[in-house]
């Protein structure tokens, strides 16, 4: 059993971090600077939504392996590893915002302990070089006899299944030149039974970025794809499964869809933008996937108002506000700049979301929420699709078709079966879905080999 401090424990990876330490055995702290977060925590109140972690909240605080402060003079002395999961916010020019970072880092160095040897494991996404300076921050304010180390260690969850991928990584990429310290932390993840890569620090810090920014790469392509079938006639869907039979391709991210968001894709490759542009490189590809996710939700808009002769006085449900399954999260949510874009044009918006409501009702005061999709869809001139919750594949649409005042459903995540839908007597629109052809039409005709 390993004391742990997580600092920024209140967080989306901080808490999932602090919860499956603890549930491995670990006696864990969780520092935020968050008063009200703390209490509801200490309470086994989970403030975020995700698969599985109130439960292993509950738990892991019974079993007093976990608990949560705000005094870092009570988390970081007589802990042995403390994980820094703090926040790297977008700056306006796309840049890491390292704000919460270095206050952090300077008071862990406040607190560390004389005599006693601390790793300090960077887990929040940083840019390349930051490791160097969070050892230089500790070192600055650390009384004069502590010893410390950092290690880079990236994290690579997904929002919806932080936990699971936490207890079931991939791989574990960690950085560093101090070999004590590197095997602190190895065992730590050691009973995962994952691959763990030891390299330097700042190649295990660009490995995130790039690895991020790949994943980015393959939505928009396919996304640029999803246009060219609008104009060709083509199905994506079919083009889609096609090349990602490939073994070196493969399935996954080639889903077409109004573009990517969260915490992660839009700011990553954003900061590897800027992290090239800084270092003298001219990121072509890089500024390409941007513009194409933007463009993704501008196109998705304009498909609507084409299709409804304007959207001036339309009603419009929304559904899905989360900027994908299984969290609340709203964060550079595609669906949020969908909303944003069709109030611009004057539709009358109203919304369904499964978890993101109450976090929706703050950031988005100027629509209407519904708490389910059939109210929202009352009366309305079109529904868009614009999360891909499973609990829209059980829409009964023709009891939709009954509810709507217009016939049109946009799925802006290809999810729906389009025939279902038209069988009640509704128009679908997918993302990138050309005419698609008759049963006739649709026939794979063999043709004889010719004889050599």
């Not at 009603?315 to 969908?338: C, H, M, N, Q, Y």
Request: with cysteine; proline share 6%; hydrophobic share 45%.
């Amino acid at each position: 059993m390993t004391p742990i401090c997580v600092v920024g424990g209140g967080g989306y990876v901080g808490l999932g971090y602090a919860v499956a330490l603890a549930e491995l055995g670990h006696q864990v702290v969780g520092l935020d600077i968050d008063a009200d977060r703390v209490e509801r925590l200490n309470r086994g109140d989970s403030p975020i939504y995700e698969a599985g972690l109130p439960e292993m909240l509950r738990r892991t605080l019974d079993a007093g392996r976990l608990r949560f402060t705000t005094d870092y003079a009570e988390a970081v002395p007589g802990s042995d590893i403390v994980f820094l999961c703090t926040g790297t916010p977008s700056l306006s020019d796309g840049e890491a915002d390292l704000r919460q970072v270095r206050a952090a880092a300077a008071s862990i160095g406040v607190h560390l302990q004389p005599g006693t040897k601390t790793v300090i494991v960077n887990k929040s996404t940083m840019p390349v070089g930051t490791a160097e300076r969070v050892a230089g921050i500790v070192a600055e304010h650390a009384p004069q006899s502590a010893d410390f180390a950092v290690v880079s260690n990236p994290e690579f969850l997904r929002e919806g299944r932080v936990l699971h991928d936490i207890l079931h990584p991939d791989r574990i990429v960690l950085g560093g030149d101090d070999a004590d310290a590197l095997a602190a932390v190895t065992s730590l993840y050691e009973p995962l039974g994952a691959p763990i890569m030891q390299t330097d620090h700042r190649s295990a810090e660009l490995i995130k970025y790039a690895a991020n920014a790949f994943l980015a790469t393959k939505i928009s392509f396919i996304n640029d794809i999803a246009r060219l079938c609008e104009r060709l006639g083509a199905d994506v869907t079919v083009v889609a499964k096609g090349i990602g039979a490939d073994e070196r391709i493969g399935p996954r991210f080639l889903h077409a869809g109004i573009g990517f968001g969260g915490s992660c894709f839009p700011k990553d490759v954003g900061a590897l933008t800027r992290m090239a542009e800084g270092a003298g490189l001219h990121p072509g590809l890089l500024r390409s996937v941007l513009e194409i996710n933007r463009e993704a939700q501008r196109r998705f808009v304009a498909r609507a108002d084409e299709l409804l002769g304007g959207l001036d006085g339309r009603e419009i449900a929304v559904w899905g506000l989360a900027f994908k399954e299984g969290t609340d999260d709203l964060r550079d949510s595609p669906a949020v700049e969908v909303v944003r874009l069709l109030a611009e044009r004057g539709a009358a918006v109203r919304a369904h979301d499964p978890a993101a409501l109450p976090n929706a009702a703050a950031r988005l005061p100027e629509i209407v929420l519904r708490e389910d999709p059939y109210d929202a869809a009352e009366g309305a001139d079109a529904v868009a699709l614009c999360t891909p919750w499973p609990e829209y594949t059980a829409i009964d649409f023709d009891r939709l078709k009954r509810v709507m005042g217009g016939d049109l459903l946009l799925d802006g995540r290809n999810m729906l079966d389009a025939a279902k839908v038209e069988a009640a007597g509704l128009r679908y629109v997918g993302i990138g879905r050309g005419t698609r052809p008759t049963p006739t039409q649709a026939v794979v005709q063999a043709v004889p080999l010719r004889s050599s």
